[in-house]
């Protein structure tokens, strides 16, 4: 048996300079457009404040709730259009200066993880704002290797193209170049070991799961459908969020009579939040806290800044009927539609623990500081919703957080075991 290609070298270092030469004109119109929406977000806090003490007072307000009237609407009203004129000569100025001034446009600037690491985190919190007002910072979904998008001739003419394709599919707030973690990446490893060719998603985290599972599905069909050499299996290693967007992508794809579930191989879900995590519930009950009161009801717009993505997390949201005609910041039931795994293919689920040894209280509190233990093996105490990981294709590893994941030998090894010899 011919051993497997080493990986080629990482890719290439930050360019010189520091952080800001990494920055290109396009991002600084994006920073430009978040700085106007971000002064008008605050003044219509204040102006509802404004309003509330009003209120109080027995003084009328505007014709919408949380406005003012009068002298003091049109104080207000001012502050809006001067702010959208600002922002209008600001897109316009730079647009216009963008083709003339220089910008680190080549290879380096682009794949430079600090950059990347800052519009990851950014489309997590904001990235369904970002993309409807097509802000330059808005990630494209996409596939890469080494921080470059994936050029399938390129790969062939090098030798590196395996029938052996191994996607990665990172969660919230991150990007592919973050897979590498303590000197270690799942994927190079895999590589090596196996002699998987490893391919990474990147995508905007805060769009709804549903609406990132379409265009992954759409966008493994092409992939394989292109694919140089005979596919022999195409597997997953999916991290947080990545696993409800692959359960979605993968549902989705079979709905829409795809070519790629056909040859789709094992799936690992690392950490995913399949029933959901308590930090956006928690961030639902601050919202429903803050507006119990006139004058903290303003105050409930900084809560709905968080994006689609993370208000998906609270259940665990993989189809459009989870969330579609519904306000993703009022309900806190679980509405979901039951969605097994993918039928005929083998599933896997690690998952982790801060507590250091097994007992029913930790199994039931203890997770791996984002996502709860039960909720990352599938298990629900409705058996509709069970997720129905068989014992032999789960994981529970104690002492370890939910980044750790992404490094730790333990995983490593068990992704290797499972990988080689994949059953259903």
């Not at 106007?36 to 003044?43: H, I, L, N, R, Y």
């Not at 799942?186 to 590589?191: D, E, F, N, S």
């Not at 040859?263 to 928690?282: K, N, S």
Request: glycine share 12%; with cysteine; hydrophobic share 40%.
């Amino acid at each position: 048996m011919t051993a497997p290609k080493p990986p080629p070298a990482a890719g290439p270092p930050p360019p010189p300079g520091g952080v800001l030469r990494q920055w290109r004109m396009a991002d600084l119109r994006g920073a430009a457009r978040l700085a106007t929406q971000a002064t008008q977000g605050v003044t219509h806090i204040v102006e509802g404040i404004h309003q509330s003490v009003l209120g109080t007072l027995g003084l009328p307000g505007g014709t919408e709730p949380g406005r003012t009237r009068g002298l003091t609407g049109l104080v207000y009203r001012g502050i809006y259009g001067a702010t959208g004129l600002v922002d209008a000569a600001l897109q316009g100025a730079l647009l216009r200066l963008e083709p003339w001034l220089p910008s680190p446009q080549d290879a380096a600037a682009k794949a430079a993880p600090q950059r990347q690491a800052v519009l990851a985190a950014l489309n997590g919190v904001m990235g369904d704002r970002l993309a409807q007002d097509a802000n330059p910072l808005a990630i494209p979904m996409g596939l890469y290797q080494h921080g470059q998008p994936l050029d399938v001739a390129a790969l062939h003419a090098r030798g590196g193209a395996t029938g052996k394709v191994l996607l990665l599919v990172h969660g919230l707030c991150m990007n592919d170049l973050q897979w590498q973690r303590a000197g270690h990446d799942h994927g190079q490893h895999l590589a090596r070991a196996l002699g998987y060719t490893p391919v990474y998603v990147r995508y905007n985290s805060g769009l709804h799961t549903s609406v990132n599972g379409r265009a992954l599905a759409g966008l493994i069909d092409t992939l394989l459908a292109d694919w140089p050499v005979p596919v022999q299996t195409c597997a997953v290693l999916a991290h947080s969020m990545g696993g409800l967007v692959v359960r979605s992508a993968c549902h989705q794809g079979r709905q829409a009579g795809q070519h790629w579930p056909q040859q789709l191989g094992p799936i690992v879900f690392l950490g995913t939040p399949h029933h959901g995590a308590p930090l956006e519930r928690a961030g639902h009950w601050l919202q429903l806290l803050l507006g119990s009161t006139p004058y903290s009801r303003p105050l409930v717009r900084l809560g709905q800044l968080r994006s689609a993505g993370i208000t998906d997390l609270r259940h665990g949201h993989v189809l459009d009927a989870d969330w579609q005609g519904r306000s993703r910041f009022q309900s806190g039931a679980d509405l979901r539609q039951p969605l097994p795994l993918p039928e005929g293919v083998a599933c896997y689920a690690i998952a982790a623990t801060l507590a250091r040894q097994r007992s029913p209280l930790a199994e039931r509190l203890v997770g791996d500081g984002l996502v709860p233990l039960r909720s990352a093996l599938g298990l629900h105490d409705d058996p509709a919703r069970t997720l129905a990981f068989t014992p032999d294709h789960q994981r529970v590893l104690h002492g370890l957080g939910h980044l750790a994941l992404l490094s730790d030998a333990r995983v490593a090894r068990q992704l290797v075991q499972w990988l080689a010899t994949p059953g259903i």
